[in-house]
């Protein structure tokens, strides 16, 4: 039998662009299995013994996978002995690039037309005949130009190789597999794997029935973080999705934290009836042992620039916007805090208050 029973082939196609001129990713997803991911250790290995598990290449895009599984709350185990689930992974990129011949008329005379004109005139003193000879000419198509452009069209692949790790008195056993079929005009997987991985996260594990088409914007909030690679990084736990206590539609998504400073991930959902949306303000505090701790900055990650708030500004949340808050304070997983907002210098009136948040 084969060695390898589960694939995964991710292709995406990229759109010019959308109505707003953002790029769109767009993919075909075909999924079948039944097993839940969530809770269950994996770890990941290449599934092409031409690839080393060492090599540069396969480490860096094996990191978009691995996020996507985190964000199915799976979790990483690098002790492939401890671990449920065995995941193999392999990719590549077909060149599908053709040369496109168009026509083009070439406009030209292609003849003319003589015309003869005779006139009379009777007079008094005789009677006189006059002719006159009319040339017209004629245009229409005189030949035609056939002129070739290179059309670069790629089949962008990712392929998947998921196993019962724990079983291993038999054949290998299959938990799920997952088919994602696409074009695009890039050949960069650095590039495009993040949007790739993203558009089968719902379905790996999971029962598709049927082909399901996906599209995901560039600027997604999720495939930012899974680009930059948030959710392996060493410092980093995540947190519940945790909403604001008046039930605005805001949510928590993540924590970085480092020796010095806490950054917080916070992402605003467009809801039909909101008018206003969420702001931070310079009174904002990260509440930790009933310490307070100011804010210090907001970061658009996406805009790659820091806001350092004061007492005249103050920062909107929009729709499906990413911010990432900065505070004097470093936590440790299983504490518990809140961050609470007030309206103005005495404190005596709460705009937003994000409460009992847990790492974990």
């Not at 007079?123 to 130009?145: A, D, E, P, W």
């Not at 930012?224 to 736990?237: A, C, E, G, S, V």
């Not at 505090?285 to 658009?300: C, E, G, S, T």
Request: with cysteine; glycine share 4%; charged share 20%.
């Amino acid at each position: 039998m084969k060695k390898i029973l589960l694939v995964l082939a991710l292709v995406v196609s990229a759109v010019a662009a959308n109505a707003r001129g953002v790029d769109i990713y767009e993919a075909e997803i075909q999924s079948f299995g039944n097993y839940d991911m969530e809770g269950k250790k994996f770890y990941v290995i290449s599934a092409n013994p031409n690839i080393s598990n060492k090599d540069l290449e396969f480490l860096d895009y094996k990191d978009y996978i691995t996020q996507c599984l985190i964000l199915k709350k799976a979790i990483l185990c690098e002790n492939s002995d401890s671990a449920d689930v065995c995941v193999l992974f392999d990719y590549g990129v077909v060149d599908n690039s053709y040369v496109a011949n168009t026509a083009i008329p070439i406009w030209g005379i292609t003849g003319s037309t003589a015309v003869t004109t005779t006139s009379s005139y009777v007079g008094r003193y005789g009677s006189f005949t006059s002719s006159t000879n009319v040339s017209t000419l004629t245009t229409g198509v005189k030949g035609i130009l056939n002129a070739s452009k290179n059309v670069e069209k790629y089949c962008r692949v990712v392929n998947l190789y998921a196993y019962d790790n724990k079983d291993r008195t038999g054949d290998p056993i299959m938990l799920w597999k997952t088919n994602i079929l696409s074009e695009g005009g890039s050949r960069d997987l650095q590039e495009v794997i993040p949007y790739i991985a993203y558009s089968g996260i719902q379905y790996m594990g999971k029962q598709s029935n049927g082909i399901k088409h996906r599209t995901v914007n560039h600027d997604n909030v999720n495939t930012y973080f899974i680009k930059n690679k948030y959710y392996i990084t060493d410092n980093l736990y995540l947190v519940h999705s945790n909403k604001e206590e008046h039930n605005l539609p805001i949510e928590i998504l993540s924590i970085l934290q480092d020796t010095e400073y806490c950054r917080i991930n916070i992402k605003a959902k467009y809801v039909q009836g909101y008018f206003s949306y969420p702001k931070f303000k310079y009174q904002t505090y990260l509440v930790y042992k009933n310490i307070k701790h100011p804010i210090q900055a907001v970061y658009r990650p996406t805009k790659s620039h820091y806001n350092y708030l004061n007492e005249s500004m103050t920062l909107d949340i929009t729709n499906n916007n990413l911010i990432q808050m900065q505070f004097p304070v470093n936590l440790q997983k299983g504490d518990t805090f809140d961050i609470i907002s007030y309206y103005n210098k005495k404190e005596t009136k709460v705009y937003l208050h994000f409460k009992d948040i847990v790492v974990e």
